[in-house]
């Protein structure tokens, strides 16, 4: 009965590998990997394995979370109110621009490439 538990605890705490794979894709893809740890990972994989939800103050589990639809709250902090944050950079010369000038006029002033928003 005891080992049956056990078995039963390891297959609800322990996520999918392809959950696993997927989560590490979009933390991959939203620039947040270096910042997780293994165990964020494995929660993250959790929540979307079970379809559950993540209590957490960590920025990037919550980014990461939201990339994935995963349902959270924060447990002090306010959370994230946008998913990203952008920066205006040229495409010539690497120029950043400040993000609040004009993006209507897209050009860059010292090479004239199209300045372009981009994920910081
Ligand atoms: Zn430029």
Redesign the pocket.
């Given at each position: 009965m005891h080992i049956l538990l056990d078995q039963l605890e390891i297959n609800i705490l322990t996520p999918d590998n392809d959950d696993l794979k997927r989560i590490e894709n979009l933390a991959k893809a939203t620039g947040d990997i270096n910042g997780l740890s293994p165990v964020d990972l494995d929660v993250l994989a959790l929540a979307m394995s079970i379809d559950g939800g993540i209590a957490t103050d960590d920025h990037r589990v919550q980014n990461v979370a939201e990339s994935a639809g995963i349902y959270w709250i924060p447990v002090i902090g306010e959370g994230i109110s946008e998913k990203w944050d952008w920066i205006m950079k040229?495409?010539?010369?690497?120029?950043i621009w400040p993000s609040e000038m004009d993006i209507v006029s897209r050009e860059?002033?010292?090479?004239?490439?199209e300045?372009r928003l981009v994920r910081k």
């Open positions: 040229c495409r010539g010369c690497g120029k860059c002033d010292d090479c004239g490439s300045i």
